[in-house]
């Protein structure tokens, strides 16, 4: 392994592409910024000063991709055939996803243009409205992938949300902490957790008023109206990752998980 | 990347047979001959392989889709597929069924789904390849959100998806 933008001498140096096969490239980068509650609310609901933020700042990083070059030093000035910049408002945490796949045939990577896109995407968000919070905090931006070129295919492999809605390891129910009273571990998957706002709740068992799916719908309704989604009928649920009805019963340290119909294949 | 073998026996069935079954989900991109050779390898009394392989279209509930990303519920993902697999394997004589999911972003052109099914004969292969797919895109806790030119979205069902899985009852 070499740093290939030095030369023999250890001065930078531009990496001569000329003989390199042109092939598809393709690079997908992230990052987030972390903000105020509220001024995530503003944000999503269009009532920033600065109006339209999030199609600002898709605009943004779709330019920076193209202009990469101008900014950093040794990287080529390259066609690029595909830039899309996409965002993804995460309520629970608090702050935007953003994510950035930039394409090519060509004869050098695209993983800088990617980078760029993600990491101005996020500082117009942070331009758009730092009127109204300046505790902003840009962070994680990071390559999640790269295809094509001769160093071959990368994927980071610690990806983490919103790839996968709960916390459990695979073929496992999550045993999170136990819970002195009896209680049941609720979460709330893909479009229903953003509906809800959360992706996890606990319940007392003791507050359901049947020990059942039933019961534990009105628990939550009567705790907060957000939960009144679970009572649409569309609303699917599963027991330890068993599908399940409104009769079915739950007990001390179920994992019950309530989510939209699926959509996947 | 995690494989799943199904190690259970059908029950009631006088000779053991060995489900050869196995289910994958990862992020990362997968070969358009994915599971083919593994399923293959050393046995010459398969007669017939099907395979069907999902990709993402640039057009679905908006013109302008530019990518999607791929929730899903681990560990029930894992096992919805396993049980979808043996009710294939308990309705046709199967010899091997190959299972790959993608989770995460992906972008239009992309394979998101393969499902690989080999059989003595063609006929048992192509149905449970259809049966595998139709139960996989309603009972799979798997959802998609769409990003596109114009913001992204939450993916509905669709009612055709029903029907065709209702197609086997």
Known sequence: ?265 | MTKWPSSRRLRGAKVEIKLDIKVVIQAAPFAMAYGYDDALAGRSDIGAVVSFTGLVRDFNETPDVTGLTLEHYPGMTESTLIDIGEQAWQRWSLQAVRIIHRVGYLAPGDPIVRVLVASAHRREAFEACDFIMDFLKTRAPFWKKEHSTQGEYWVKERHSDQKDAARWN
């Open chain 1, 1 to 265: 392994m070499h740093l290939t933008h030095l030369n023999a001498l250890g001065e930078a140096n531009m990496v001569d592409v000329g003989d390199k096969q042109e092939t598809r490239r393709e690079a997908v980068a992230s990052g987030r910024i972390v903000m105020q509650p509220e001024t995530l609310k503003l944000l999503t609901s269009g009532e920033l000063p600065k109006g339209d933020v999030l199609a600002t700042a898709r605009i943004a990083g779709i330019q920076a991709a193209k202009r990469t070059h101008e900014l950093i030093p040794l990287c080529h000035s390259l066609a690029l055939s595909k830039v899309s910049v996409e965002f993804e408002v995460n309520l629970a945490d608090s702050c935007v996803n953003v994510t950035a796949l930039c394409r090519l045939n060509g004869r050098t990577g695209v993983e800088m243009e990617a980078l760029t896109a993600v990491s101005v995407a996020c500082l117009t968000l942070y331009d758009m409205c730092k009127a109204v919070d300046k505790n902003m905090c840009i962070e994680a931006i990071q390559l999640d992938s790269k295809q094509g070129g001769q160093r071959g295919d990368y994927q980071r492999t610690n990806v983490q949300t919103p790839i996968v809605t709960g916390d459990g390891v695979s073929g496992e129910v999550s045993v999170g902490e136990r819970f002195s009273p009896p209680c049941v571990r609720v979460k709330f998957l893909a479009e229903l957790r953003e509906r809800v706002g959360e992706s996890e709740a606990v319940v007392e068992l003791d507050d359901l008023t049947s020990r059942d799916i039933s019961g534990l719908k009105s628990a939550l309704v009567q705790r907060d109206v957000r939960f009144s989604v679970l009572t649409d009928q569309r609303t699917l649920c599963a027991i330890n990752q068993v599908m399940a009805n409104d009769d079915a019963l739950v007990t001390d340290d179920d994992e019950v998980a309530f989510f939209p119909p699926v959509t996947g294949g």
